[in-house]
């Protein structure tokens, strides 16, 4: 049974930032000062994954406007093929509705082209190819990804806009 415990001290985001450096590259996360930081912003949440007593992954979500934003999603490497991910993304529908994702685009390669399949398996559609996620900061590139989404999406400018705003204060 999957289930979502939401962090609220630093030292708990420590645990998990370790797995978070070493899974996403450098462009594509925060330094651990920003990531720590997060904490302090009513808008974003950090969750532990739980799958009954075994700690599974984490992920970060903001509350914007509208929408929820999965910022970052991962489900540790030892419990990976076992049908979680699936199970974690029907619990954030269920819990939190209409969801926006970045994912990397599927020409780079075998592992992003699985992730985009997915996401597209777990009722998630590309609404942007032409998405520019923004620096994470100085001596951080920005990144070319995919937006996606498990709902119709009218505008994806003004999505783009507040993720730009928000999420990452650009």
């Not at 559609?125 to 995919?146: A, C, R, T």
């Amino acid at each position: 049974m999957i289930w979502l415990e939401e962090l609220q001290t630093r030292k708990k985001l420590s645990r998990i930032y370790s797995a978070y450096e070493k899974t996403f590259p450098v462009d594509e996360r925060r330094d651990k000062e920003q990531f720590l930081e997060l904490i302090e912003n009513p808008d974003c949440f950090i969750f532990a994954v739980k799958n009954y007593d075994d700690f599974v992954g984490y992920l970060i979500l903001w509350k914007l406007e509208d929408f929820h934003f999965l910022e970052h999603f991962e489900v540790f490497e030892e419990f990976r093929n076992l049908k979680l991910g699936s199970q974690i993304l029907e619990e954030l529908k269920e819990k939190f509705g209409d969801i926006i994702l970045e994912s990397e685009p599927k020409d780079l390669g075998e592992m992003a082209e699985r992730r985009i399949n997915f996401y597209v398996r777990n009722g998630f559609s590309v609404i942007s190819e032409n998405y520019v996620q923004p620096s994470y900061g100085e001596g951080k590139d920005p990144m070319n990804l995919f937006l996606m989404s498990n709902f119709f999406v009218e505008e994806v400018k003004g999505i783009i806009n507040e993720l730009y705003l928000k999420v990452y204060q650009s």
